[in-house]
């Protein structure tokens, strides 16, 4: 039996009202969403690449050894939590829009279609 004594996370939400930008909820949803993605995206490039200018500098490797690299499965099968959880908190709008038809798997639908490329 796991003995996990973390309590399990649960999903953050704004209390009130979403702001209104274009009077268009749904473009106000896009937004919103567009908004997190660009935060998420800034934050990870800048990560890589202070990552990137370190290794260069200690002369272990450049960007291109990192360019060449293909990850393999134990790489993988570490990556795709994070994956889903970055998609978690981009598609958080569209979710909280969605829930009355996520009881039905429509949301596990669209994120398994994001995740595999097909949208």
Do not use: C
């Not at 500098?57 to 050894?65: M, N, Q, R, S, V």
Request: aromatic letters at 6%; proline letters at 6%; charged letters at 35%.
């Amino acid at each position: 039996m796991p003995t996990n004594t973390q309590p399990e996370a649960r999903p953050r939400r704004a209390l009130g009202k979403r702001p209104a930008f274009y009077g268009d909820e749904r473009l106000d949803m896009l937004f919103a969403m567009l908004t997190t993605l660009l935060g998420e995206v800034s934050v990870i490039r800048e990560r890589i690449d202070t990552h990137e200018r370190l290794l260069e500098k200690a002369g272990l490797f450049g960007k291109d050894t990192v360019d060449a690299w293909l990850p393999d499965a134990a790489a993988e099968a570490e990556r795709a939590p994070i994956r889903q959880q970055m998609m978690g908190r981009v598609l958080r709008y569209l979710e909280e829009d969605m829930e009355p038809a996520a009881a039905g798997g429509e949301l596990d639908r669209i994120s398994k279609e994001v995740q595999h490329g097909d949208v």
